[in-house]
């Protein structure tokens, strides 16, 4: 928990609602510009350029069926223009298409932790002023019941998880039956998890004395810096498993790397790189990357880079009792003052990872489209290590969502700022982990 101790009245907990609103109605315009908007259009010039493509391809049906004579070298070209013309059209709908959903998505799962841990706080009886003692900064804390609470939702949510998928693909026009028991079951289970995690937020943010570990080899450290760098050693051991399930099943395909170096003679499985990198192997009409579609890749990768700077910039902020706002007009009018610039610089976080799930996810659709799947061997490893960093990535921002309303609440300082600093820790593993798995995945 939290350094330092605050009175804070469960009233203030009413501008998480507030902002869960306002998340909610900026998503739901997202969709409706990018996806409904721009998508839509999109999607019509998509529609042309088939139309176009099935022309040609009808033209020559008849051409050789009525025994007619033409230019080969001429329909080829004509095909070759038609088909590209009609897969970039295709990923262009899919960009648009997915960004809106994404953010859509996104911001209704910000709104809901938002909302729902914002409400369950501000309905609570306000505690005893008495209860916030200045006394000792390390003290026996009392104990909290967040954790049954999340361990409790979490398991009726996974209960109810496969009925949950088969509802939300019904929804999205899939021939699937919805099976709403299990839907029921898995949203109370997420909404007593949000609960347990507001519940947990609410302790922080009213703050407890920090904790010390007692036992060797951590005795004298903070229980929670020695508890994260356990957590990180145990993420290490799942991240390393990824890498090493792909390398051991790198060494025994054909691709195109192995072709050059010639261990083999024909390449027999694609990789994602493959259909990312310009020069990827081909195969099936597959394998041809170029710069922009590597693209987000790459500006995913300076994206969790500058987050990390960004955060190390709101601790420091946070701990730094000689702060004052810079000299250059606009970095003043955007971090005016020491709250509110800490609270700026987690929000630019937030930012920068919210752009990292859009266009991982806009790439994802992209390989899904060209035919790189979870059905193949390459296919599910490159799925599962990317969408387990993923994961731990959105996981970081809903952390960093209740940061941003601590800072802009109660406030960070020298005394309670370790809090970013053990959040810290794990922000820039997520970062060192993409780092591994972007040149391992994306370019060799």
């Not at 899904?368 to 979870?374: C, K, L, P, R, Y």
């Not at 994961?391 to 802009?408: E, R």
Request: net charge negative; with cysteine; charged share 15%.
């Amino acid at each position: 928990m939290s350094g330092s101790l605050h009175d804070v009245k469960n009233s203030v907990w009413m501008k998480t609602v507030m902002i869960s609103v306002g998340l909610l109605f900026a998503g739901i315009a997202a969709y409706a510009v990018l996806a409904q908007g721009i998508g839509t259009v999109k999607h019509h010039e998509w529609e042309d350029a088939h139309d176009v493509l099935e022309e040609i391809e009808a033209d020559w049906n008849t051409a050789n069926e009525s025994g007619l004579t033409f230019d080969n070298d001429a329909f080829d070209a004509a095909w070759e223009k038609a088909h590209h013309d009609d897969v970039d059209a295709h990923l262009s709908y899919l960009t648009w298409s997915t960004a809106g959903k994404t953010i859509m998505v996104m911001f209704i799962v910000y709104a809901a932790f938002y909302g729902v841990a914002g409400f369950f706080n501000s309905i609570q009886p306000d505690g005893d002023d008495d209860e916030h003692h200045h006394g000792d900064d390390h003290e026996e804390h009392h104990g909290s019941a967040s954790p049954i609470l999340m361990a409790g939702g979490i398991l009726l949510f996974m209960m109810g998880f496969p009925g949950f998928v088969v509802t939300c693909k019904s929804w999205l026009g899939l021939d699937y039956d919805p099976d709403m028991s299990g839907f029921m079951l898995s949203a109370i289970g997420m909404i007593i998890t949000i609960m347990g995690i507001g519940n947990w937020w609410n302790e922080d943010l009213k703050g407890f004395p920090e904790q010390i570990a007692t036992s060797k080899p951590f005795e004298g450290q903070d229980i929670r810096k020695a508890g994260m760098w356990i957590f990180l050693i145990s993420e290490t051991m799942v991240f390393a498993s990824f890498f090493s399930s792909y390398l051991r099943m790198r060494t025994g395909w054909c691709t195109q790397w192995a072709v050059n170096d010639g261990k083999c003679d024909a390449v027999d499985t694609l990789t994602a790189s493959d259909y990312l990198r310009p020069g990827g192997a081909e195969l099936g009409g597959a394998g041809n990357g170029d710069f922009w579609t590597l693209l987000p890749g790459g500006i995913n990768t300076f994206a969790l880079i500058i987050s990390s700077y960004t955060i190390v910039l709101a601790l420091k902020v946070a701990k730094d009792v000689d702060w004052e706002p810079s000299k250059n007009a606009l970095m003043a009018r955007l971090f005016p003052t020491r709250q509110k610039a800490v609270r700026n610089y987690l929000l630019i976080t937030v930012a920068l990872g919210s752009l990292f799930i859009v266009l991982k996810l806009i790439e994802w659709s992209h390989l899904i489209a060209e035919g790189f799947t979870i059905d193949s061997q390459a296919g599910s490893i490159f799925f599962v290590a990317t969408g387990a960093h993923g994961l731990h990535v959105f996981i970081g921002l809903l952390i960093m969502l209740f940061m941003i309303f601590k800072a802009d609440t109660v406030g960070y300082d020298e005394e309670n700022g370790q809090g970013i600093e053990y959040f810290g820790l794990y922000w820039h593993f997520v970062d060192l982990a993409w780092v591994a798995i972007f040149p391992a995945f994306y370019l060799y």
